[in-house]
């Protein structure tokens, strides 16, 4: 489903060009749960925003269902995000303005999705927050926020959960119901996840394990 072919990522700093991403190459198919661990700085979240055409490599190719990702238009990569990937950051990212309702119904209005109010409610008792819906994010405690940022990233039904340190911003159990709720919708929906984090604990209930050193992939196994 996934397939990153010979991935490289430059960045120039002063005079000097760094490499974030020094010839990486993954295939991960449809329904699998990735891990990708490394140190800070080892090119976890780089590779995360690459797949999901946030940005764009220095050379390679990386194609989702036979289409392919570095060749697309800033508007055909808008429409790959809207159908196929969602993705939740460490910082939640959601409008302050908005209540969690709102936040999570937006996706679905931008594309003119049917029933999407009775789907924002539908997700939002999916992530335990059903009395919570006409709250504003600084009116939620952050795990309540994370919460909200999941089922925002479920709103268009994506095959893709992509997720950057999603427990990173949270104590010890509010960051286990995160990755629990996380590893429940993808069993229940057959998503795709892959998750970047720094918890060798999370890490290592994955399917799968990626472990990045200084850009490139170090180790690659299947966890049993």
Do not use: C, W
């Not at 209930?205 to 299947?222: F, N, T």
């Amino acid at each position: 489903m996934i397939t990153l072919s010979n991935l490289t990522k430059t960045v120039t700093s002063g005079v000097e060009e760094l490499t974030i991403l020094n010839d990486v190459s993954l295939a991960i198919p449809e329904g699998q749960f990735v891990s990708l661990t490394g140190a800070s700085g080892s090119g976890k979240s780089t590779l995360l925003g690459l797949i999901a055409g946030l940005d764009a490599p220095s050379s390679g190719r990386i194609t989702i269902d036979d289409d392919e990702v570095t060749a697309m238009t800033e508007d055909g990569l808008a429409k790959l995000r809207s159908e196929k990937i969602g993705f939740v950051f460490q910082s939640f990212h959601l409008i302050p303005s908005l209540t969690a309702f709102e936040n999570i119904l937006i996706p679905m209005e931008i594309i003119g999705a049917a029933n999407a109010k009775s789907r924002a409610v539908q997700l939002l008792d999916e992530v335990g927050l059903s009395e919570r819906g006409h709250h504003y994010p600084n009116e939620l405690s952050g795990g309540e926020q994370q919460r909200v940022a999941i089922a925002r990233a479920f709103a268009n039904q994506p095959k893709i959960l992509l997720a950057d340190e999603p427990t990173g911003n949270l104590d010890s159990k509010n960051g286990q119901h995160i990755f629990d709720l996380m590893e429940d919708l993808h069993r229940q929906r057959n998503i795709t996840l892959v998750l970047v984090t720094h918890d060798p604990a999370l890490a290592g209930k994955a399917q799968r394990q990626v472990v990045l050193r200084d850009g490139m992939v170090i180790s690659d196994e299947v966890n049993q």
